[in-house]
C-alpha cells in the first residue's frame, strides 16, 4: 500500500503549471488543515517566487476555512463573546498581527485598571476610555474608504487606529471588561455607540469621533432628525452574539463592494444557517 505524499510534497507541486493539479493539492491541503501549515511556511520562505506566492494564497485558504469554521462554532454557542468573533473573523481575513492586537489591548486594559483602581465608576470609566483610546492611542473612524474590508478587521483596526463604528466600539469594550467595567455596543441606527454603566448610571460613548460623549437627549434628537421614532429602546444594549452577526454582514458588504463575491457568497451561506 502506498505511503499518502507528505505535506512537503504536495506543496511542492503547486509549481505544476496545470491548474487541475494545483486545484487538487490545494484541496489535499485543505484536509491536511493545521499539518500542512509548517510546510506552506517554508515554501514561503524558499527561493522560488511562483512557489512562495502560491504557498502564501494557499496558506491564506486555509485559514480562512478555519476562520469560518470558528464562526460556525461560536455562532452555535450561547455564550460567544464579540472579542473571540471578531478575532475568527481576522482568521478569515487572514489578518496578521493578532497576538500584538492583543497585546495591545491587554495594556490598554491594564492601563485602565491602573486609573480606575477598584471602583470602575461610569463617569470616571467613560472619562479614562476617552483619554487612553482616542487621544492618547488615537482610534477614530477613517476619512476615506469607509467600506474598506481592513475597517471590519479588529486586529487592523487596533494597528491603524481606524476602523468601522461597531469595531471601534469593540476595541473600547474589549479594554473596557478587561478593568472589570460594564460596557455594552449600542445598535443606534445608522451608528453602533457604546454605552458605559455601573449602578447608578450610564455613559454613552462615540468611539467613531473620538469617544466623544453623547447625552440620552442628543441621541433622542438624532433619531428625530431621522424620522425615527425617539424611543428609548434605541439605546438597549445588544447582545456579543448579534453584534458579531451585525459585523458579519459589515465583512459580507466590504467584500460585494470590493468584487469579492465567492467570499461574500460564503459568508451569506453562514449567515443563513446561524
Not at 12 to 17: E, K, N, T
Not at 146 to 174: E, I, K, M, W
Not at 244 to 269: K, T
Amino acid at each position: 500500500m502506498t505511503d499518502p505524499p507528505t505535506a512537503d510534497a504536495l506543496v511542492s507541486l503547486l509549481q505544476d503549471d496545470a491548474p487541475t493539479t494545483r486545484s487538487a493539492v490545494r484541496r489535499a491541503l485543505a484536509r491536511m488543515g493545521e499539518r500542512a501549515v509548517p510546510a506552506l511556511e517554508r515554501a514561503m520562505d524558499g527561493g522560488e517566487p511562483r512557489l512562495r506566492a502560491r504557498a502564501r494564497q494557499a496558506l491564506l485558504e486555509l485559514r480562512a476555512d478555519r476562520g469560518l469554521q470558528t464562526l460556525t462554532d461560536l455562532l452555535a454557542a450561547p455564550a460567544t463573546t464579540l472579542e473571540e468573533g471578531l478575532f475568527a473573523i481576522d482568521g478569515l481575513l487572514g489578518a496578521e498581527g493578532t497576538d500584538a492586537a492583543r497585546r495591545l489591548i491587554d495594556e490598554w486594559g491594564a492601563a485602565l485598571t491602573q486609573v480606575l483602581g477598584s471602583d470602575p465608576a461610569a463617569d470616571v470609566a467613560s472619562d479614562a476610555l476617552r483619554r487612553i483610546l482616542g487621544a492618547e492611542a488615537g482610534l477614530v473612524g477613517p476619512d476615506h474608504d469607509f467600506h474598506n474590508v481592513d475597517h471590519v478587521s479588529l486586529t487592523r483596526t487596533v494597528a491603524s487606529r481606524r476602523g468601522l463604528p461597531l469595531t471601534l466600539c469593540a476595541v473600547y469594550q474589549c479594554v473596557a471588561r478587561r478593568a472589570g467595567v460594564d460596557a455594552s455596543l449600542v445598535p443606534f441606527p445608522g451608528q453602533v455607540l457604546l454605552i458605559v454603566s455601573d449602578e447608578v448610571e450610564r455613559r454613552i460613548l462615540d468611539p467613531f469621533s473620538g469617544g466623544v460623549e453623547i447625552s440620552e437627549a442628543a441621541c433622542l434628537a438624532r433619531l428625530c432628525a431621522m424620522g425615527a421614532p425617539p424611543s428609548r429602546e434605541w439605546l438597549r444594549p445588544a447582545a456579543d452574539r448579534a453584534m458579531l452577526v451585525r459585523q458579519i454582514r459589515n465583512l459580507q458588504a466590504a467584500m460585494e463592494r470590493h468584487g469579492r463575491s465567492r467570499d461574500a457568497a460564503r459568508l451569506a451561506r453562514l449567515l443563513d444557517r446561524a
